[in-house]
């Protein structure tokens, strides 16, 4: 199977993480992402949720809301979670956002912006389908996915969602069953602990 790998233009990492994430140039456009904006905010002036020059720069609401229009969700990953925990079979990929330095030209500015990326598994291949690069970067089987992901987290302000259908958000299908029954668990002693006080 071929690889769709959207580069990047203006500020449209959010655009570029989602048509890959779909392995899809036609997932989603701009006037998409523009509508949605306007929608989380109707009748703002200056919309929160993009770039005030229009060229991009959109916020994870954006995301969440177009997932959503695709029969998807967003999970945020709890970084204090093992990653061993994840049910890589049961999602269709992985949308990072992480700083990334700015470049003007060839030359990289000291300040970090944040920046969407997508991991998506590809004939049993992870790829990291950051549009920045130049092509897809082969990150290999499942472990090594864990283990990028988990190099990944560490980076001072990366988040990671991971993006299903709606049915496994909402049987937490994307948890190991040994993950799922142990945060059940930790509520059930949460809510005794709370009864008790």
């Keep these: 199977m071929p690889i ?10 959010a655009l570029h993480a989602l048509n890959n994430v779909f392995q899809d140039s036609q997932a989603f456009s701009k006037p998409q992402l523009d509508e949605l ?3 989380l905010s109707p009748g703002t002036v200056l919309n929160p949720h993009k770039s005030m020059l229009g060229l991009g720069n959109y916020d994870v609401n954006v995301i969440m809301a177009a997932l959503q229009n695709k029969e998807c969700d967003a999970v945020w990953w709890d970084k204090r979670r093992n990653l061993q925990q994840l049910q890589l079979d049961s999602i269709i990929g ?8 700015i470049q003007l030209g060839f030359v ?3 300040i970090r912006r944040k920046h ?10 992870y790829y990291n389908l950051d ?3 130049n092509k897809p970067q082969s990150i290999g ?3 090594a996915v864990r283990k990028y992901l988990q190099t990944q987290l560490k980076v001072k302000g ?8 709606k049915e496994v958000a909402d049987n937490r299908k994307w948890l190991r069953e040994e993950g799922a029954q142990a945060e059940e668990r930790m509520s059930e002693l949460q809510d005794s602990a709370s009864a008790a006080s």
């Design 116 to 125: 969407w990326i997508t991991i998506r598994q590809i004939d049993n291949t």
């Design 4 to 13: 769709y790998h959207e580069k990047q233009k203006w500020e449209l990492c």
């Design 37 to 39: 904006c306007q929608s």
């Design 94 to 101: 992985v949308i990072m956002n992480m700083p990334s330095p």
């Design 158 to 165: 990366c988040e990671l969602l991971l993006v299903v259908e």
């Design 141 to 143: 089987d499942t472990e």
């Design 108 to 110: 990289s500015v000291p």
């Design 131 to 133: 549009s920045k690069l």
